[in-house]
């Protein structure tokens, strides 16, 4: 059998710096054949993606990954329970506010008086809703300090408010 002429290297793509540098990688399969892709890892992880919420991404695996500042597709561990925290005391702070306004009380939020204006039922989609959209904007940024900062103080705050309510039901109920 003939052999196969081989292809040409792809041309050079231009760099930053208006050289030229090639970005590409080749791989080898086991057939012998040789194919010539773009390297995907030359931009790094997008905050969103087609793979945010079916995607593998834990965690960086290369040594030379940055350890801090990029995105994860998947939260495990200690702060996934500290965001299912942090929803929980959301939606207690919902349903502990509208036994409090049903028993007198007011909504010190002016924002959230206005939703509750149009009823109960909007007043705790917007409370789930903008906690779920929380939820998924600190889950995806793990790994940047700020969102860890976020998920202490956050916890901190709802967990100040819950405890307020308790006290308010206490004198409500005793």
Same mark, same amino acid.
């Given at each position: 059998?003939?052999?196969?002429? &081989?292809?040409?290297?792809?041309?050079?793509?231009?760099?930053?710096?208006?050289?030229?540098?090639?970005?590409?990688?080749?791989?080898?399969?086991? &057939?012998?054949?040789?194919?010539?892709?773009?390297?995907?890892?030359?931009?790094?992880?997008?905050?969103? &993606? #087609?793979?945010?919420?079916?995607?593998?991404?834990?965690?960086? #695996?290369?040594?030379?990954?940055?350890?801090?500042?990029?995105?994860?597709?998947?939260? &495990?561990?200690?702060?996934?329970?500290?965001?299912?925290? @942090? *929803?929980?005391? @959301?939606? @207690?702070?919902? !349903?502990?506010?509208?036994? @409090?306004?049903?028993?007198?009380?007011?909504?010190?939020?002016?924002?959230?008086?206005?939703?509750?204006?149009?009823?109960?039922?909007? !007043?705790?989609?917007?409370?789930?809703?903008?906690?779920?959209?929380? =939820? /998924?904007?600190?889950?995806?940024?793990? !790994?940047?300090?700020?969102? #860890?900062?976020?998920?202490? *103080? *956050?916890?901190?705050?709802?967990?100040? /408010?819950? =405890?307020?309510?308790? /006290?308010?039901?206490?004198?409500?109920?005793?």
């Amino acid at each position: 059998m003939p052999a196969l002429p &081989s292809k040409p290297d792809p041309k050079p793509s231009r760099g930053r710096s208006g050289g030229e540098s090639n970005h590409y990688v080749s791989t080898a399969g086991a &057939s012998g054949e040789r194919r010539t892709m773009r390297d995907r890892r030359r931009k790094p992880t997008p905050m969103f &993606s #087609r793979y945010t919420f079916f995607g593998r991404r834990r965690r960086n #695996r290369r040594a030379t990954d940055p350890r801090q500042r990029y995105y994860v597709d998947w939260v &495990s561990g200690p702060y996934l329970y500290a965001l299912i925290g @942090i *929803l929980t005391l @959301i939606l @207690i702070d919902a !349903f502990s506010t509208l036994h @409090i306004i049903h028993s007198g009380g007011g909504e010190a939020n002016p924002l959230m008086r206005w939703v509750l204006g149009h009823g109960a039922g909007w !007043f705790v989609a917007t409370k789930a809703l903008t906690a779920l959209l929380g =939820f /998924v904007f600190l889950a995806v940024h793990r !790994f940047f300090p700020v969102a #860890r900062t976020m998920v202490t *103080l *956050l916890l901190g705050a709802y967990g100040g /408010v819950v =405890f307020y309510h308790v /006290v308010l039901l206490l004198r409500i109920h005793l």
